[in-house]
Protein backbone atom coordinates (compact mmCIF):
# COMPACT_ATOMS: atom_id res chain seq x y z
CA UNK A 1 0.00 0.00 0.00
CA UNK A 2 1.40 3.54 -0.70
CA UNK A 3 2.57 5.21 2.13
CA UNK A 4 2.13 2.27 4.44
CA UNK A 5 5.38 3.94 6.19
CA UNK A 6 2.82 6.96 7.70
CA UNK A 7 0.51 5.20 9.12
CA UNK A 8 -0.10 5.70 12.59
CA UNK A 9 -1.78 3.49 14.74
CA UNK A 10 -4.28 5.82 16.08
CA UNK A 11 -8.17 4.05 15.66
CA UNK A 12 -7.70 2.09 18.77
CA UNK A 13 -10.43 5.03 20.37
CA UNK A 14 -12.36 5.69 16.87
CA UNK A 15 -15.56 6.22 17.79
CA UNK A 16 -17.20 6.73 14.26
CA UNK A 17 -18.13 3.43 13.60
CA UNK A 18 -15.58 3.08 10.60
CA UNK A 19 -14.14 -0.02 11.83
CA UNK A 20 -17.65 -2.23 12.03
CA UNK A 21 -17.39 -5.38 9.91
CA UNK A 22 -13.83 -5.36 8.86
CA UNK A 23 -14.01 -1.71 7.15
CA UNK A 24 -10.67 0.11 6.18
CA UNK A 25 -9.65 2.73 7.59
CA UNK A 26 -6.35 4.31 8.03
CA UNK A 27 -4.79 7.14 9.43
CA UNK A 28 -1.77 8.83 8.15
CA UNK A 29 0.80 11.69 9.23
CA UNK A 30 3.32 12.66 7.22
CA UNK A 31 6.83 14.65 8.20
CA UNK A 32 5.39 17.69 7.31
CA UNK A 33 2.65 17.65 10.22
CA UNK A 34 -0.40 16.96 7.85
CA UNK A 35 -2.21 13.92 7.79
CA UNK A 36 -5.22 12.30 6.49
CA UNK A 37 -8.18 9.39 7.67
CA UNK A 38 -8.79 7.22 4.83
CA UNK A 39 -11.90 5.29 4.84
CA UNK A 40 -13.82 3.36 2.46
CA UNK A 41 -17.22 4.32 1.56
CA UNK A 42 -20.14 2.55 3.76
CA UNK A 43 -22.34 0.50 1.57
CA UNK A 44 -25.75 1.76 2.78
CA UNK A 45 -27.72 3.86 0.94
CA UNK A 46 -26.47 7.73 0.08
CA UNK A 47 -22.56 6.62 -0.27
CA UNK A 48 -21.43 5.82 -3.32
CA UNK A 49 -20.89 1.37 -3.41
CA UNK A 50 -16.93 2.23 -4.04
CA UNK A 51 -14.64 4.56 -3.31
CA UNK A 52 -13.15 5.97 -0.26
CA UNK A 53 -13.36 9.23 2.01
CA UNK A 54 -10.21 11.30 2.88
CA UNK A 55 -10.41 13.47 5.61
CA UNK A 56 -7.48 16.24 5.80
CA UNK A 57 -5.76 16.35 9.62
CA UNK A 58 -3.21 18.89 11.20
CA UNK A 59 -0.73 17.00 13.84
CA UNK A 60 -0.01 19.20 16.63
CA UNK A 61 2.10 16.36 17.84
CA UNK A 62 2.42 12.20 17.14
CA UNK A 63 -0.95 11.42 18.64
CA UNK A 64 -3.00 15.01 18.08
CA UNK A 65 -4.76 16.06 15.74
CA UNK A 66 -7.70 18.20 14.10
CA UNK A 67 -9.71 17.95 11.13
CA UNK A 68 -8.87 20.93 8.95
CA UNK A 69 -10.59 22.66 5.65
CA UNK A 70 -7.91 23.96 3.21
CA UNK A 71 -8.10 26.26 0.57
CA UNK A 72 -6.55 23.77 -2.07
CA UNK A 73 -9.83 21.09 -1.52
CA UNK A 74 -13.40 22.13 -1.62
CA UNK A 75 -13.96 20.68 2.09
CA UNK A 76 -12.83 19.44 4.66
CA UNK A 77 -13.54 15.37 3.49
CA UNK A 78 -12.58 14.72 -0.01
CA UNK A 79 -14.53 11.60 -2.18
CA UNK A 80 -12.18 9.67 -4.47
CA UNK A 81 -13.64 7.26 -6.84
CA UNK A 82 -10.94 4.71 -6.08
CA UNK A 83 -7.18 4.01 -4.47
CA UNK A 84 -5.82 5.60 -6.96
CA UNK A 85 -7.72 9.22 -6.51
CA UNK A 86 -6.95 8.44 -3.08
CA UNK A 87 -3.30 8.22 -3.32
CA UNK A 88 -2.98 11.18 -5.84
CA UNK A 89 -5.04 13.27 -2.56
CA UNK A 90 -2.64 11.87 -0.44
CA UNK A 91 0.49 13.42 -2.40
CA UNK A 92 -1.23 16.20 -2.43
CA UNK A 93 -1.51 16.25 1.18
CA UNK A 94 2.06 15.23 1.93
CA UNK A 95 3.15 17.79 -0.23
CA UNK A 96 1.90 20.71 1.78
CA UNK A 97 3.58 23.30 3.81
Same mark, same amino acid.
Given at each position: ?????????? #???????? $? &?????? /? %????? #??????????? /???????????? $??????? *?? #???????? $?????? %???? &?? *?? *?? /????? %? /????
Amino acid at each position: MEYEEYVVDL #NADCKCGC $M &DAGRFH /K %IFHFP #NDWGASVVDNP /KIAGYSKEGYRV $MILRFSD *AE #NYRIVRDL $MFENDE %IECK &DW *AT *AV /KTLTK %I /KNLK
